[in-house]
Every structure is written in structure tokens, then in C-alpha cells.
């Protein structure tokens, strides 16, 4: 129970059984002066929360951005990295056009750079006299796919090899020889004809892209054109001829396939 006694407030606890009852007395005056401490620490304790608050987010915030710092440099180092290689990749290219003759036209075609021209191996097969002076060597930086075969059955012969590969692969000169002829026409589409010497001569089919001239000397596996479908075709390939003397016969008489 509790009760006022001139200004102050007694509180009388009466416990049950037989404990002493017990009684507490405080002044008003010395209630107030507590409660408005209260008031005041929880006021200041609010305050310190609010400015601290802000405080706490940006800093979280900062350690975050930081650490976004940390990944966007790494980027850059990369990027950097990058735009060095295309740099040199750049220079390698423009020193390829050079020597290749580009004229800046697209000449380079979808493949873009050439690959070196290969050494002849001692193991591939010249065809007699001077080295690749006759067409042993597959037109082809790739096997690829033939096909269909040469064979000259009345009516419906075919005069050469059709060999499937990716437009844009590399079509290499099967022999050193001369460009005898650069031209285009409703069958072979874009074509080039090499002259072998003794006779003999190579021609390239379908072809997308030449880049040889009449009349310029060529080596054995130098990139002479890429691939097509340009003329009476249905897909990317190359039709591949061997002509001696004037007639077509079976280019694997004279070049072998990869294994």
C-alpha cells in the first residue's frame, strides 16, 4: 500500500506468512529530481544513437567502396593487359598487311590473319624435279571433308574434288607455279588457275576471297585464297582440280589427304 505524509510518498510492502512487513519513504522533490535524470540520460542516450547512427552507415558504406576500389582496379589492370595485346596484335596485323599488299579493302577476309606458309616436309612428295614444282600438297590449312570425288563417268563426271570446309579457311597453293587465271563465272563462282609447269595446272573453286594476281609467281602452300560458296554451290567448300594437258584427272593421283 502506499500513502502521502507531508510531501512524501511511503510504500508499505505487507509479504504473506509471517515475514516482517516493510516500508519505503521518498520525497516528491527527490522523485522528480530522479525522473527527470532519467529523462535526461535516456535523451542523451538518444542523441548519442542518432549522430552515431550516420556515422556507423557511412562507414560501412566507406569499407564497401573500398573494396569496390580494390575490383575496379583489378579491371583495369586487366583492361590494360588487353588493350596491350591488341596493341601488338594490331601491329602484327597491319605489318601482315604490308607484306601481303592490302590495300585496306577487307582484303584479309573473315580469318584475318594469314598463317606462315608451311616448310615442305622430306617426306612429302614432290612429283619429280624441283621441289613442289608439280601440285603434291593438299590445297588446305585444314583436312576438311570430301565430298565427292573425281571421276569421269560419261554425262555426269566430276572433274575435281569437293572438299567441305569452314568459309574463311585458308586455301594453300598445292605446288609452286604462276597464276595463269583469276576470274569468276556461274559455276566455279570466284576461282584461280595456277600453272604447274609440264603442263600442269590447279584450280581453286568457290573461292570468297583471292588474294593473287595474273601472272604473280606463287610457292608451294602459300595462301593463295579462302574458302566459299561463291557460284553453283549449296555450302562452304572447295572444288579442287588437277588438269594435265588440257583434261581434269584425279587430284589424289597427285596430292595426299591428311590422315
Do not use: C
Amino acid at each position: 500500500m502506499s500513502g502521502k505524509d507531508e510531501g512524501r510518498l511511503n510504500i508499505v510492502l505487507i509479504p504473506s506468512g509471517d515475514r516482517e512487513t516493510r516500508s519505503f519513504s521518498a520525497s516528491y522533490h527527490a522523485l522528480r529530481a530522479f525522473g527527470t535524470v532519467v529523462v535526461l540520460v535516456a535523451i542523451g542516450v538518444s542523441l548519442i544513437i542518432v549522430s552515431w547512427w550516420p556515422l556507423a552507415v557511412r562507414s560501412a558504406r566507406a569499407s564497401e567502396l573500398e573494396q569496390e576500389l580494390v575490383r575496379m582496379s583489378r579491371d583495369l589492370e586487366r583492361v590494360d593487359g588487353l588493350v596491350q595485346q591488341l596493341g601488338q596484335m594490331e601491329a602484327q596485323y597491319l605489318q601482315l598487311r604490308n607484306m601481303f599488299g592490302s590495300d585496306g579493302g577487307g582484303a584479309l577476309g573473315p580469318r584475318g590473319l594469314f598463317p606462315p606458309v608451311a616448310e615442305p616436309r622430306s617426306d612429302d612428295r614432290s612429283g619429280g624435279g624441283a621441289l613442289g614444282s608439280l601440285p603434291s600438297f593438299w590445297p588446305l590449312s585444314e583436312r576438311g571433308f570430301v565430298t565427292q570425288g573425281f571421276h569421269s563417268d560419261a554425262g555426269e563426271g566430276h572433274s575435281g574434288l569437293d572438299i567441305a570446309v569452314p568459309s574463311g579457311s585458308y586455301i594453300w597453293s598445292a605446288g609452286d607455279g604462276v597464276v595463269a587465271e583469276v576470274g569468276e563465272d556461274a559455276v566455279y563462282g570466284r576461282f584461280v588457275v595456277i600453272d604447274h609447269d609440264s603442263g600442269v595446272r590447279t584450280l581453286y573453286g568457290h573461292t570468297s576471297e583471292i588474294f593473287v594476281e595474273r601472272g604473280e609467281e606463287v610457292h608451294a602452300r602459300q595462301v593463295v585464297a579462302l574458302s566459299g560458296s561463291t557460284g553453283r554451290s549449296s555450302a562452304p567448300h572447295l572444288h579442287f582440280e588437277v588438269i594435265v594437258e588440257g583434261k581434269p584427272v584425279d587430284p589424289l593421283g597427285f596430292v595426299e589427304r591428311p590422315g
